[in-house]
Structures are given as C-alpha cells and as structure tokens.
C-alpha cells in the first residue's frame, strides 16, 4: 500500500511561519457569558475586546424573549427562506426594522458579512463599476469580487480620489460607491455628506456599511444615516445585529424594489436557512430596548469618552477614532501581540491585530468599551494598560 501524502501539508507550513514571525494566535475561550468583566481561558479580565456595546448579549429583555420563543416555535427554522424558512417573526422583525430605520422595506441575512456580501454581489454584474474606500470590510471586498464588476479602490477617506474616479467612467456607467459607516479597525466615520454629494452627481448607487454604527451612532442607535441627517440619500444600507444588538444577523435596508430584488437573487437569502426563532425574538427585543431605554447609548459614550482620554493622557497613539472602537497602536505586529499578552495577564483582555486584518506597519491592540463596563473596570484598565505600555517601551 502506497503512503499518502498529505496534500493539505503547504497549510502546516504556513502556520509555521506564523509561529516565527510571533502571529500564531490560540483562539481564546470565554468560559462564562459575553460581557465587560469576564472569564476567557479561566482567567477573570475587563473585556476591551467585544463588540457588545450596549451589553445586550445579557440584557434580560432579549433573554426573555429568546426563550418565550424557543419555546412556542422551536429552535430552528428548518428551510432558506425561500422554501420554508419565513416564519412570521421573521417579517416581524424586518418589518419593525423598516420602520426603526425609516425605510420602505428590509431583508435580514444571517449576518452582517453575508448582508454585505450577499447584495453588492446580487446587485452588480461584470460591466459594473465598484468604488470603494480601501479600508472597507472584508465582506465588502468578497462581494465585490463575486460580483465581477470593476474595482476601484479609493484611499481612506479621500473623497478627491472617488471623485476622480467617478468623473473618469463614462456617462451611464452603472456605478457602486460604498464605504464602512464606523471603520472597525480605527473606529473612525466614513465621510457619509460629502460621498452621498458625490453620489448624486455623478448618479452612483449609494451604500453604506454601518455594522458598528448600528445601535451606536444616530437617534436611538439609528446609525450613520441618521448621525449625519443622510436619510432619502443612502441607497443601501447595511446594519448589523450581531454586535451593538447582542444576538446575530445582519440586514439591508432600502426601497421596496431592492429589498423584493434581494429577496429573488441574494445568493445567502436563497441558499443558506434563516435563524432560528430566538434570534429573531431577542432582535426584535432589542429594538425596543433601543426606543425604550436609551440611557444605556449615552452610557456607552460617556465611557466612551472617558477610556479615549485616559489612553490620550498615558501617551498611547489611538488615531484617529470617533466611535467606542480605540486601537492602541504600536506598529509592529510581534509587539501588538505582545502587549495583548501582558495585558491579559494583568487581568484585561484587549485582543492584538496584525496583518492581513491591517497594514503590515499598524498593528494594534483594539479596544472597545461598553456601556456596561463600571468606572472602576476602566481605570482598572487604564492602569493596566499603563504598566504594560511602560514595561514595553510604547509609552
Ligand atoms: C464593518 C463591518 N461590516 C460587517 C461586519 C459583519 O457583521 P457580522 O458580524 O454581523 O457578520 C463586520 C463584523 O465583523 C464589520 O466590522
């Protein structure tokens, strides 16, 4: 008998390298629920290092109703929604959603990343045009590219350089021009006036990704649109509700005939089973949390506020942010991971970022706080962060 050779073998070589070069990372495991002070890998931290904003993968509202439902409707849907996946609470929650962000109609994917992915795939084909902001979520890139249109890649922020592009394609070329509405590597704002203007002139398709805006930025958590008075001119909007919302899904909100559109060609929405009744039930809770109760976002910005400036004032290079996402960034990647070590040793758990996820010469550790971390966590934090920063030369 003939020895197999592994043909999966280039894979272990390439984790080697990670290993040398100090980017191999175990991934960690919370080992209680998902919220600001914590157990991961048995160790008890301040979590810096989840996108649960508004602490409501534990808000009793949500819980609540994720168990009424898995209790009157089971735990699954058992079809793609194009079969026999719609349950009422599915259209329930995207109606309540349409009305929350003051559009004619929504469809909910089973996240943010098959949202992104999902529409601009469906709604470009390859005599297309994509321009899109270089520090775009990957969801946005896979899409694009599934898509086959053309794409043009603008700096950061450099609305001359869209504008250029824009003015260079010719007269009736179908266009997407599309930007993260929170950056979630730097925490700063796409500059939704200005692209929006552009739109118009040039008769691109405006879309925006707000997964980390949603529930965070604008009335009641309404999102970038909202945040800077954009309504009637984004095209696409993309939320999520697996970060701020504290359950799972993602979801396009727009007029009436892109919604119909997707619900006909969006690939996730025709081949992939909708979420189960809990998840449903929890979002929909969340969204009154949202309206009800929304003392819990302005708790979010103060210790927002607060943890930016004690990082500002320790000497740390936090960039360029204007959301509760702070990277502490340090440049080289080895030394990212380095301080996230220290860190979490410390007793806080602020996760180092590397490339590919950044440029090779801006790696990190990113924090996000939230509106249920104490005072206490954060100057917790705070001292951490400055011991460590200390002992590693950073500051
Ligand atoms: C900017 C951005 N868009 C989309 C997504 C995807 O959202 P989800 O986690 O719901 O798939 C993320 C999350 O990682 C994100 O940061």
Known sequence: MTTRVDP??????????????????QLRVLDDEQKAHTRFDGRSVVNLSSNNYLGLTTHPKLRQRAIEATEQLGVGSGSVRTIAGTMAIHLELERRLAEFKQTEAVVVFQSGFTANAGTV?????????????????????????????????????????????????????????????????????????????????????????????????????????????????????VGTLSKAVGALGGYVAGSRALIEFLYHRARPFLFSTSHPP?????????????????????????????????LVDLGFDTGISESPITPVIVGDGALAMTLSDRLFADGVFAQGIAFPTVARDRARVRTIVTATHTREDLQFALDVFGRAGRSLGII
Not at 284 to 305: F, G, M, Q
Request: proline residues 3%; aromatic residues 6%; contains cysteine.
């Open 8 to 25: 999966l073998q280039y894979l272990a070589a390439d984790l080697d390298a990670l290993r040398e070069q100090g980017l191999y990372r």
């Open 121 to 237: 795939a469906s709604i470009l084909s390859k005599e297309d045009v994509v321009i899109s902001d270089e520090l775009n979520h990957a969801s946005i890139i896979d899409g694009s590219r599934l898509s086959r249109a053309t794409i043009k890649v603008f700096p950061h922020k450099d609305v001359d350089a869209a504008r250029r592009i824009l003015r260079d394609l010719p007269a009736g070329q179908r266009k997407l021009l599309i930007t993260d509405g929170v950056f979630s590597m730097d925490g700063d704002l796409g500059p939704l006036p200005v692209l929006c203007d552009l739109a118009e002139e040039y008769g691109a398709i405006m879309m925006v990704d707000d997964a980390h805006a949603s529930g965070v930025f604008g009335r009641n958590g309404r999102g970038t649109v909202d945040h800077f008075g954009m309504h009637g001119r984004v095209d696409v909007q």
């Open 278 to 310: 809990a998840v449903a039930a929890a979002c929909l809770a969340a969204i009154d949390v949202l309206l009800e109760e929304p003392e819990i976002i302005n708790r979010l910005w103060k210790n927002t506020r607060f943890f930016k400036k004690g």
